[in-house]
């Protein structure tokens, strides 16, 4: 491979629904540029992006892939992501290491939730987007039909570069618009294809569709908008170039058509790469910290000769070569070998096997160039969202950001004493894939793995058994409840021991009162005369909250209420702390009872972003979850709901939301605070409490 300086480099990320062909067009893309060994397929596990063994035996997409292609004194970078909402932390990633997006739309599925999610990110990231159709040799394709689709749920701005000559079985080439040519396809070798005239039965599209892109075209530029309306030709390059600047202002996002597997319009649009999206060079310019302490910023350029800074866009672990890091080089270069400083870990690493990926292999490299992509395996201590730079240079540059988890697991290792390797094998997960939350909940004593969806935590599942050699069970995470009470009662705790040598003996009274929600807990020495020494009052404390870690009803922490000790006895032998915190614990449970204690749940305040044609069922749904709606606000065509909704009501709730809403509803959860369960319900709760103390007596 020859070297490429950032003018010849272009950074593409192939993002779309699920089932669109992303990865099928980055297989035939790089197939007929000559860097795919073959043309493969998703559905017998030859792909060139897709080679994890989840991904050939479930068909479909889950980790980001790179491949590349050299076409006309160019290389380019595909990026392919997942298409499924699970793995969209992946398509984030993907994006934020790329300059522009190809946005792939089934012809015959349309635009889908993924196709939305992903435009609207590229766009936010204020990347040019190239549409692609792919598949308009299915049945059903319809061009004409899905570019209005474009036009009303993605923006105005789309415009057709490239029309097809026939569609479904009939698709059998491509009519270009800029050139006013027909590009005829013969089945075989890489794509290729004759030049021709345009078919007479496509003259009437033809001439539509071009007469729309040159008024779309000069609208978006004064000197070609006056060429226009004085009648003169726009030529080829003026168009061209004019389309260039306009995508490079979000003002115009061209439309292409392929059938990857027929390999049709795939030279072609590899050549419209090259000429629309933009190269490294002319990427917009960075701002990253920079300085001992961090406080400065540096401006970066994707130049040879600035300071070398690299951000870490995905690790993959692989059996027997370990930790694999895919990183962007924003500014200067690397070379094999070189020690280089992760100004995000404060720590030095050095790049052996500097590597250019293609798929699952990897072409060693001597240097790699400013706004390339490259790999390097076996790094000590760099993980995604990582900065590397030079300790002479130190930079940091801006975090991805990821979507945070919405559905939440207990997990387990399912033999006994692979609780360690577990550990280690989510910990490598999550360095894999930051949407993988992990944590351990001390309330419930359980492992809780968080995650984009089920699938998304059934896969991590089935790479833990494949990586690590451990099985992982998943179960719904326990309910961290509280019980408080609801009115006041005193009482005693009297401890007394007598073993035939030096006694125990401790006698306190406390009187217990409820407390405001959220207050906690309050202890108040009320001791008149010295009754009890002074000496011994914290230790009746100590004893107060360790019954109450224990709970009245079903084990859960007591909360919210105020103990006051108020009058007691002592013995001057055998009285000593630990008999006044036994006294302290007896009396607890002595009054506790009295005190008409209740259970609290957790309550999560959920912030849900719904298209108005759903917002009906997504109300209704969360009034069955037991939750309160707090308001509502419009945003355009959808309505951003404020909720409060039990925590015990919410496991899975991000499935239920996608069903209600076909994909389109997202949401947002925090802690917002406890609220008495309802009597019913507390029953349940009891009742379950003394069925699993039987169990472990038993």
Known sequence: MRDYDSAGIRNIAVVGHGGSGKTSLVDALCFAAGSGKRHGTVRDGTALTDHLPEEIDRGYSISLGCAYAEWMDSKINFIDTPGSLDFQGEAIAGLAAADGALCVIGAASGVEVGTERMFRAAVAKQDPVLFVVSMMDKEHADFDRLYQQIKERLSSKVIPVEIPCGQGAEFGGVINLFTQRAYMYTSGVKGEYVEADIPPECLEPFTRYRQELIEAISATDDTLLERYLDGQEIDRDDAIHGMKEAMA??????????????????????????????????????????????????????KDDGPFAALVFKTLAEPHVGDVSYFRVLSGKVTNGQEVFNATRDGVEKLGHLSIPCGKDRVEVATLHAGDI??????????TNDTLSTREHPIRLAAIVFPEAVVHFAVRAAARGEEEKLQQGLHRLHDEDPTFTVHYNPETHETIVGGMGERHLDVAVAVLKRKFGVQAELAKPRIAFRETITARAEG???????????????????????????????????????????????????????AAARGVLAGFPLVDFRVEVYDGSTHSVDSNEMSFKMAGILAFKAVAGKCRPVILEPLDLLELTIPDA??????????????????????????VVRAVVPQSELHLYATQLSSLTHGFGTFTRRFSGYEQVPPDAAQKIVAEYAREREEVEA
């Open 492 to 546: 005693q705790g009297r401890h007394k021991k007598q073993t035939g040598g030096r006694g125990q003996f401790g006698d306190c009274w406390i009187r217990m009162l409820p407390m405001p929600r959220g207050e906690g807990y309050l202890f108040e020495d009320r001791i008149v005369g010295g009754v009890i020494p002074s000496k011994y009052i914290p230790a009746v404390d100590r004893g107060v909250q360790e």
């Open 249 to 302: 202002r979000l003002d115009l996002f061209p439309l292409f058509c392929v059938s990857s597997e027929n390999m049709i319009g795939v030279r072609a649009l590899l050549t419209e790469v090259v000429q629309l999206m933009p190269n490294a060079f002319e990427m917009e310019e960075i701002h990253a910290l920079t300085g001992a302490e961090g406080h400065e910023t540096v401006p970066l350029h994707a």
């Open 374 to 383: 490259g790999c390097v395996t076996k790094l000590r201590n760099t993980h």
């Open 614 to 639: 759903y917002l009906g069922d997504v109300l209704g749904d969360i009034s069955g979850r037991r939750g309160h709606i707090l308001g509502t606000d419009s945003d355009g065509d959808r309505t």
